[in-house]
């Protein structure tokens, strides 16, 4: 049983459109993450979510939101995407209290064509 | 501003000889360290842990060694393997915060 699961693994889409990514994760765990991963390889954090405070990284442009229907789920809302938008994108959760790891999905990989 | 560095993008290692991959942090908050393994097309997965009050964590053949004055983190696996070959982060958070943050990653290769 999957511990952090994200749909779908693979994503191709055009420019301008607007996609989702869901995320759920079975851990019982407070805090779930948003995760990108661009060309350079580095894995830039995009979103915290705990116990419904976002934080969000000021670089992340608007038009990418976070969702989150319920504690076990954090969606990420991406709108009018654009060609630099393409990347893998991560999710993760992780519990409370600091000194804790953080368990990854398996990535979404998103083209924007 | 990235606060966790790993400034070698790649290192090349024979099998059985021992791997050292190197971290830099500048934020003096963070209190706990962690190093990811990841493979291709899989998300990263947890290898190791330490808190900042410890300067070494040994698990089996992975072993972090922190250097607090010097805002840095090393991990050591001895002996290596070619089952080891692959991307490592490095990763930091503070106390009571939620963000995790992470390195650009090392990719190692261990040569049979």
Redesign the interface.
């Given at each position: 049983d999957t511990a952090v699961s994200q749909t779908p693994k693979y994503l191709v889409t055009q420019m301008g459109n607007d996609k989702s990514i869901k995320c759920e994760q079975n851990l019982g765990h407070d805090t779930m993450y948003w995760y990108k991963q661009d060309s350079k390889k580095f894995l830039k954090i995009m979103f915290s979510y705990n116990n419904k405070e976002l934080i969000i990284n000021e670089t992340v442009p608007n038009r990418f939101s976070p969702k989150s229907p319920d504690k076990a789920h954090l969606n990420l809302h991406i709108n009018s995407l654009e060609l630099g938008d393409s990347a893998v994108y991560f999710c993760a959760s992780r519990g409370s209290g600091g000194h804790t790891e953080a368990f990854f999905g398996q990535g979404t990989r998103l083209t924007v064509v | 501003d990235?606060q966790v560095k790993q400034n070698s993008p790649s290192l090349s290692v024979q099998e059985g000889r021992i791997s050292i991959l190197n971290c830099d942090y500048t934020n003096s908050m963070f209190?706990?360290f962690?190093w990811?393994k990841k493979y291709p097309?899989?998300?990263?997965?947890?290898l190791i842990?330490i808190?900042s009050i410890k300067d070494k964590n040994e698990d089996g053949r992975f072993t972090v060694f922190l250097n607090k004055s010097a805002k840095h983190l090393s991990l050591h696996i001895v002996p290596s393997q070619p089952g080891d070959s692959a991307?490592y982060?490095c990763?930091a958070?503070?106390?009571?915060?939620?963000?995790?943050?992470?390195g650009?990653?090392t990719r190692l290769t261990v040569i049979p």
């Open positions: - | 990235q209190d706990y962690l990811y097309a899989e998300g990263p997965t947890f842990s808190s991307v982060f990763a958070s503070g106390t009571g915060a939620n963000n995790l943050f992470f650009t990653g």
